[in-house]
């Protein structure tokens, strides 16, 4: 499948890589080509800065929002939530219409300092904004809830845990689905939370993700539903 | 020990039962007593009218909110949340001071129907609220994530799941978990968060639990944190 990956960060590195292996046709998606490998900085997490990673890389095509998403059947959204409107706009409504966007992105504002708070929450989320900026697009949103390393790898945890979707569109919720299980989701821990609206939900776990992460020392972690015993 | 429990609800109605059971000497608080128990109908779960349940439950005693602070060592507020602030302004800072406040309250608003959204989240809580009006109360919230049926008994769900803490207080906190205990939770369940600010993480857990509420058809189900495999 033709995949466009929109971010450049560790998320959206991580994700293209995963696709790469699983044989998509991969292209990560930026607002300025040149600015972004001129880039030698790590990030704070000590990942490679876009430029070096990319070198290693060289399955991944690169190239503008524009032209990523031109040749795409599905956008997958890994840019900083500020960042996501911009460079939806930048990738043109004409590139967008009739695409799956699969939104993983979450609306965190740092510009308080820590914790970081929610620039959209409660009575709105940023899935919707997308959906209703960009009606002609199928917004899915998942895997917004656990660090990229549980993203690709469900397996890294002990026992069964939870990935959420949230989207209006059944057939786009499907292809995520199948995208979601090559990545190696059993489809029983992949709970479909309703219509777009739901996304206020999910996006609303970044304030404990960020203080679990904190309390556990450790973002390899996932959200698990308990249910009641059997019988 | 003397327990005061705000709220005359489903849930005020369970959390009593279960210390009561436990043998703990409680009194439920509600603003007024003749109003509270002139009440007949069901709430829209089916749990009997007020004045009904108590007649079947003797033991737990029941008076003004002012009355039912002043002789508690606790205070578990299980008020709705837009009840929480006016019910603590009726039972008087003089019974408040120095009292232990588990808030299991979440501040939903039901005004604009279905789904319900909070009142205060993002960069406040209900907690910090309750915490800055009165300093001199030991706010600890918890059990908020969860139906009352599994705050009294975590045994009801299959496997190892969480109930979060919050709070400034660590005598406070050692205090609650030891009650949290003595209703079934594992210690190793229990989820300290860090300070009262953490609960802005629960508080805003309250959107996706309504959503999965919809989804699996069932409030018997709670949050767990799955982590990575040991070794």
């Known amino acids: 499948m033709n995949i466009a990956v929109f971010g450049t960060g560790a998320v ?3 994700i293209s890589e995963k696709l790469v ?3 998509h046709t991969v292209v990560i998606g930026t607002r300025n080509v040149a600015d972004t490998l001129a880039r030698t900085k790590p990030d ?4 490679p ?4 990673w990319h070198k290693t890389h060289p399955a991944v095509r690169f190239d503008t929002y524009d032209k990523a998403a031109a040749s795409a059947t599905i956008i997958i959204n890994a840019t900083n939530g500020s960042g ?4 939806l706009a930048q990738a043109h409504p ?3 219409a009739g695409k799956i966007l699969l939104d993983i992105s979450n609306p965190l504002d740092h510009s308080q300092g820590f914790p970081p708070t929610l620039f959209v929450s409660n009575t709105d ?3 919707e904004q997308i959906q209703r900026t960009y009606p002609d697009l199928k917004v899915v949103k998942s895997l917004n809830t656990m660090t990229a390393f549980v993203m690709v790898n469900p397996a890294l945890l002990a026992g069964h845990h939870h990935v959420f979707m949230s989207g209006n569109d059944p057939a786009a919720k499907a292809s995520v689905k199948e995208l979601l299980s090559s990545f190696g989701w059993p489809l029983q821990d992949i709970i479909d939370l309703g219509d777009i609206t739901t996304a206020r939900g999910t996006e609303q776990l970044l304030p404990i993700w ?3 992460w904190g309390a556990l020392k450790t973002p390899i972690f996932n959200f698990s539903i308990a249910l009641g015993k059997a019988g």
Chains 1, 2 share one sequence.
């Open 44 to 47: 704070g997490f000590g990942r």
């Open 210 to 212: 960020i203080r679990l």
């Open 94 to 96: 004409k590139n967008l």
């Open 125 to 127: 989320s940023l899935a």
């Open 84 to 87: 996501t409107l911009p460079a």
């Open 49 to 52: 800065a876009f430029g070096e």
């Open 12 to 14: 959206g590195q991580i």
């Open 21 to 23: 292996e699983l044989g």
